[in-house]
């Protein structure tokens, strides 16, 4: 059988290329944003005690997500560079131990994740009257982490060998099926009263597990760039030990972003309540945007490692250079059009809280003028990850985060007067700082890794 059409990223005009790759990304993750949305809705019409445990299961269940994401990243990289080199053979072999290894890391989280779901949550604060319904929400999301690790993994490594299109379909397809679930197990129908908070979570489960499903039917059919075979399914130790030298850096990197994350949302709400509403509603267009510019960066990752891979370095470079540019010129534009309607777009959000918004305000002056300094910083860190290097954008980005943005928050927050001031402009303070840093390691320092020599050969091939 042919195989699904994939977009060609060693030859062509680069910024088409960039192009092609990067809107199917952006469409899928931008679905996603969607879904939350209408998620948080459903579950928003059972009341505030249901609303709170989803609220607190959240950041819980982000973690254990973030710190799974390294092997979806390892395995991006290594498909790419292998798909640049033409080694089909490694290829399918790389598909295949990843997903062993997703698997087996999977199964251990959602084990540990669920035996310490009390301790969590009562050390987060949790507080009794949402405790259980927080339990039983977590209970069901753990049981589907595996087959969600296994679906995210295998989109990765889809989208790096080129197949996008059909990775953004699946995905979509998935969020479609969640949003029709989401109200039939929530409120129930016919005479059934549904479940509620646990319904909500099936729904997520269910769709992931159908979304997987697919791209496994599709990589078994001969169809796709990424075939399974069962002579591939051997554990192959020294592959284990290639893809968890990428995947520990990359997974230290989206863990520790996130709990950065909490830990700013922590100091805006010392302020009081203004702040911390303030908070929640001012990154809110910033995670809409947040999608475009990750997905940038992970077509930027895609295109620089196939590129390696075949030995082009000089097109690699030149990826880096038009990406760099793009994401800058881009966003920079994107947040300047914001500018004269912040006040209306915070007001949709907290419609009648003057304080909120106002607040809310003071963060998007701080936060949409600089966007595309942030953009870039996020492209050039996906430069590095697609030339065999998440240590170098780990070291990077935790640089910036716990160097440079939470000292300056917790500084200016806690020692002068401007208070959630400090937590607001510590975004782009951490940016501006880590820009250079960037740069410099993209003109002088070795980034250019060819992973494709180290990678495990089959050995029974």
Same mark, same amino acid.
Not at 423 to 450: A, D, E, M
């Given at each position: 059988?042919?195989? /699904?059409?994939? &977009?060609?990223?060693?030859?062509?005009?680069?910024?088409?290329?960039?192009? =092609?790759?990067?809107?199917? $990304?952006?469409?899928? #993750? +931008?679905?996603? /944003?969607?879904?939350? $949305?209408?998620?948080?809705?459903?579950?928003g019409r059972l009341g505030s005690e249901s609303i709170a445990a989803v609220a607190a299961s959240g950041p819980l269940f982000g973690v254990l997500l973030s710190l799974g994401s390294g092997l979806s990243i390892a395995g991006a990289v290594l498909v790419a560079q292998n798909v640049g080199a033409g080694k089909t053979e490694a290829t399918d072999h790389i598909a295949a131990q990843t997903l062993l290894m997703v698997i087996a890391v999977g199964l251990c989280f959602a084990i540990g994740g669920f035996l310490l779901a009390p301790w969590t949550l009562r050390l987060i604060g949790v507080e009794e009257q949402v405790f259980d319904l927080s339990w039983q929400y977590l209970t069901i999301t753990y049981l589907g982490l595996t087959p969600m690790y296994c679906f995210l993994a295998s989109q990765a490594m889809l989208q790096s060998a080129g197949e996008v299109r059909f990775a953004m379909n699946v995905s979509v397809a998935a969020v479609v099926l969640n949003i029709v679930l989401d109200?039939?197990?929530?409120?129930? &129908?016919? !005479? *059934?009263?549904? %479940?509620?908070? @646990? !319904?909500?979570?099936?729904?997520?489960v269910v769709a992931r597990i159908g979304a997987f499903a697919a791209i496994l039917h599709h990589m078994m059919s001969g169809r796709s760039s990424l075939h399974l075979k069962a002579k591939h399914c051997i554990p192959d130790i020294k592959h284990f030990k290639l893809a968890l030298g990428l995947a520990i850096p990359a997974s230290l990197e989206q863990g520790g972003r996130t709990f950065g994350s909490l830990l700013l949302m922590s100091f805006a709400a010392l302020f009081g309540t203004v702040s911390l509403a303030a908070y929640?509603?001012?990154?809110?267009?910033?995670?809409? %945007?947040?999608?475009?510019?990750?997905?940038? /960066?992970?077509a930027t990752a895609t295109i620089v490692g196939q590129n390696i891979g075949a030995g082009k370095v000089d097109r690699a470079e030149e990826t880096a250079r038009t990406a760099s540019w793009l994401a800058f010129a881009g966003f920079t534009v994107i947040g300047l059009l914001h500018l004269p309607f912040i006040r209306a777009i915070y007001s949709l959000f907290a419609p009648g809280e003057t304080a909120v918004i106002?607040?809310? &305000?003071?963060?998007?002056?701080?936060?949409? @003028?600089?966007?595309?300094?942030?953009?870039?910083?996020?492209?050039?860190?996906?430069?590095? =990850? !697609?030339?065999?290097? @998440? =240590?170098?954008?780990?070291? $990077?980005?935790l640089v910036m985060q716990y160097g440079f943005q939470i000292p300056f928050a917790w500084s200016i927050a806690m020692f002068t007067e401007h208070?959630?001031?400090?937590? %607001? *402009?510590?975004?782009?303070?951490? #940016?501006? +700082?880590?820009?250079?840093?960037? +740069?410099? *390691?993209?003109?002088? !320092? @070795? %980034?250019?890794?060819?992973?494709? #020599?180290?990678?495990?050969?089959? /050995?029974?091939a």
């Open positions: 059988m042919a195989a /699904s059409k994939r &977009v060609m990223m060693t030859e062509g005009p680069l910024l088409g290329v960039l192009l =092609r790759v990067a809107w199917p $990304i952006t469409f899928a #993750s +931008l679905a996603q /944003s969607v879904h939350q $949305i209408v998620n948080a809705w459903f579950v109200p039939l197990l929530i409120f129930g &129908v016919g !005479g *059934w009263e549904g %479940w509620g908070v @646990p !319904g909500a979570a099936l729904a997520t929640g509603i001012g990154v809110l267009p910033l995670f809409f %945007w947040f999608a475009p510019m990750v997905s940038l /960066s992970i106002d607040e809310a &305000v003071n963060f998007g002056w701080a936060l949409y @003028p600089f966007m595309g300094i942030m953009a870039l910083t996020h492209v050039l860190r996906g430069v590095f =990850r !697609g030339a065999g290097n @998440p =240590r170098q954008a780990m070291t $990077i980005a208070g959630p001031l400090g937590v %607001w *402009w510590s975004y782009t303070f951490g #940016s501006l +700082l880590g820009t250079p840093i960037c +740069l410099w *390691w993209l003109i002088k !320092g @070795p %980034w250019r890794r060819n992973l494709v #020599s180290e990678a495990a050969e089959p /050995s029974n």
